[in-house]
């Protein structure tokens, strides 16, 4: 099925850094949605995006909507040791009832 | 309010037998759509129902069925299980009828076929 081009796939970092993931699509969305996902349990919302150009933060998260429509970035500021999981974007095209989720980046910590 | 429901959140299956996950969703959301995923697939989109209508369809043979009822509960059918079929299958819920809307998951039922 359909995917989206996100990356980096993986990542490791040392607790305090600075992480960057994004996504890519070749369709205009007119929605972004972020979502982190622990080992065996579904993904939970962290960010969600409506606008193109608008930055919106949920603690140390900050996501964009890129200014193409066809891209979403999501920062991490000075991660944890609990930020690790995989973390997903989705997108949905306007009219359209179907979210197309990115390939996910996984994110280790190293303390 | 209540987030989305799953269940069974685990099952093992035989091959050839067929098994059905439910799902409810977030009081008010008339929207539900299915996942699947897998290691090596990611989130993979089955379908979403609507209204009782299953208004988008993934790229899933027919043995993978689903329904929506009056009360936005919604059922999916796994028939002649195969090996592959293993894998944590999500649901998620919005309200599904807003341009700009925001979709959240259940906890998934994990599937193993044995």
Excluded at chain 1, 34 to 61: C, F, H, M
């Amino acid at each position: 099925g359909q995917q989206l081009n996100q990356s980096p796939q993986s990542m490791f970092i040392q607790e305090g850094e600075d992480v960057s993931m994004n996504c890519t699509s070749s369709s205009i969305f007119n929605t972004w949605l972020w979502y982190k996902q622990d080992p065996g349990e579904g993904p939970v919302l962290l960010i969600a995006l409506y606008k193109a150009g608008e930055l919106t933060s949920n603690g140390r998260l900050t996501a964009q909507f890129g200014i193409t429509r066809k891209d979403s970035f999501l920062n991490i500021s000075a991660s944890i040791p609990s930020d690790v999981g995989i973390y997903f974007c989705a997108g949905r095209a306007r009219g359209t009832y179907k979210y197309i989720f990115g390939t996910g980046t996984r994110l280790k910590v190293l303390a | 309010k209540a987030g989305v429901t799953q269940t069974p959140r685990y099952l093992i299956k035989t091959r050839g037998q067929q098994v059905t996950l439910s799902c409810s969703p977030i009081s008010g959301h008339r929207s539900v759509s299915w996942y699947q995923q897998t290691p090596g697939q990611g989130l993979q989109f089955l379908f979403e129902y609507f209204s009782e209508t299953q208004r988008n369809k993934g790229n899933f043979p027919g043995r993978f069925s689903g329904r929506q009822f009056s009360n936005s509960r919604s059922e999916m059918n796994v028939s002649t299980l195969e090996l592959g079929d293993s894998a944590l299958y999500l649901c998620a819920s919005s309200p599904g009828d807003r341009d700009l809307e925001t979709q959240y998951f259940g906890p998934g039922t994990r599937l193993l076929v044995l």
